[in-house]
């Protein structure tokens, strides 16, 4: 039995859709932003950082950081074939993608929608802002190119979790002027996930509506 912690939206989407995937029983938990939850001394005595998501597992373990949570469930699941086994060719290039998305494009999308964790202002915070759409931009052309070339996804001819988290960030572009699915191989991801019943599944339990 997994908990998850979750805001809609967030970088709980792509461990959501894997226990969707997965068919483990698990139960979702909302944090309200909003309301600020994610600070309360409650959930900040399991995720000190005050983030969202937060996966409990085997009653009272406890781990958190979206990347982190993907790998173990496709780990501690290979039967739903996520990810590459240890021995497999494509294991090298999954944890390439897993590490790049959420050390690299995922830190410049945070600078996107939040210049206040990084610099004072508000002029600042909007060249900041404006600098790491243009980034996020560079990123998702690169990775359009790595598609294109070596797809139809990101480890070649095999589908898994790296892909999820790639159609989750692209969401997180949508107020952009040059959003993610402008590029046509991350739009074709975002579609190919838009149609799996996992991650359609996230999207109503969330009350996300998404259009490609």
């Known amino acids: 039995m997994y908990k998850l912690y979750y805001a809609p939206g967030s970088a709980a989407m792509a ?4 226990l969707n995937a997965i068919g483990a029983k698990h ?19 399991l995720n000190p950082h005050g983030r969202v ?8 373990n406890v781990m958190y950081e979206s990347a982190a949570i993907c790998l173990f469930l496709t780990e501690r699941h290979p039967e739903a074939g996520l990810a590459p086994a240890v021995d497999h060719p494509d294991r090298g290039l999954f944890l390439q993608w897993m590490a790049y998305q959420t050390n690299t494009l995922q830190e410049a999308l945070m600078h996107y929608w939040h210049g206040e964790y990084f610099i004072d202002g ?34 070649g ?20 002027e040059k959003p993610a699915i402008r590029h046509a191989q991350i739009k074709r991801i975002v579609q190919h996930c838009l149609a799996l019943p996992a991650y359609a599944k996230m999207l109503k339990d969330q009350g ?5």
């Open 122 to 155: 508000v002029d600042q915070q909007a060249q900041l802002s404006a600098k790491a759409e243009q980034r996020c931009d560079e990123m998702f052309g690169f990775l359009d190119g790595v598609l294109a070339r070596s797809g139809p996804y990101l480890c």
């Open 15 to 18: 461990p959501q859709v894997i």
């Open 208 to 212: 996300i509506e998404q259009a490609a």
């Open 53 to 60: 998501p937060t996966l409990v597992y085997d009653g009272a």
């Open 157 to 176: 001819k095999n589908f898994y979790a790296c892909d999820i988290f790639l159609a989750m960030l692209a969401r997180w572009t949508r107020k952009m």
């Open 27 to 45: 139960e979702l938990i909302l944090v309200d932003d909003d309301k600020r939850e994610q600070k309360s001394a409650a959930y900040m005595a």
